[in-house]
């Protein structure tokens, strides 16, 4: 095996188990969202109805309050689309680390895999930056700050992942 060929396949292997690492944190948190949902829901009603911004930092509070979201059916229901997003986030990264895995082997035609692997990545770092802008709509940095540097985190994460992915196509194809 040619030395390029042999970093080809290095590039691709790569590419798939950081894919195969984002789909087995996402699943985890998926999965735990959707069995055990009181295990984070209670936090997001807490950041929507901004319960700590308004206890600890009432001056603050007062300038945006009007943003809060205190009808609890409402955020049940937003809190059920957020755990089915992120069920779709979670096949959609299975799907793109199956098929580069795949590719590695030769079963999948590199450019298709690496399409869905980007695909899953930019849906991974959608459903981060989205959790950012609610975050920051809601002032979850008075009294969440944990949420918002995981947020941030994995929009990195995916950030940095769609980088490696788009390096791996323009170098691969």
């Known amino acids: 095996m040619r030395f390029a060929d042999m970093l080809d396949?290095?590039?691709l292997a790569l590419c798939g188990v950081n894919l195969v690492f984002m789909a087995a944190w996402m699943t985890v948190g998926a999965l735990e969202n959707l069995?055990?949902?009181y295990l984070n829901e209670t936090?997001?009603?807490e950041v929507m109805d901004m319960a700590r911004m308004r206890?600890?930092?009432?001056?603050?509070y007062a300038h945006v309050a009007y943003r809060r979201l205190t009808n609890a059916r409402l955020r049940r229901w937003l809190f059920g689309a957020i755990v089915i997003c992120e069920l779709l986030e979670m096949a959609l990264?299975?799907?793109?680390?199956?098929?580069?895995?795949l590719a590695v082997f030769g079963n999948v035609h590199i450019p298709t895999a690496?399409?869905?692997g980007?695909?899953?990545t930019g849906a991974f770092t959608a459903i981060w930056a989205g959790f950012l802008v609610a975050g920051n709509y809601f002032c979850y940095w008075f009294g969440h700050e944990g949420g918002q540097n995981t947020h941030f985190?994995?929009?990195?994460?995916?950030?940095?992942?769609?980088?490696?992915?788009?390096?791996?196509?323009?170098?691969?194809?």
């Open 9 to 11: 396949t290095a590039i």
């Open 35 to 37: 069995f055990h949902p």
């Open 43 to 45: 936090y997001t009603a």
């Open 55 to 60: 206890e600890d930092y009432p001056e603050a």
């Open 93 to 101: 990264l299975w799907i793109g680390a199956v098929g580069v895995i």
């Open 114 to 116: 690496l399409s869905l």
């Open 118 to 120: 980007l695909i899953a």
């Open 153 to 173: 985190q994995m929009l990195q994460w995916g950030i940095l992942s769609a980088v490696l992915l788009i390096a791996a196509a323009i170098a691969l194809t």
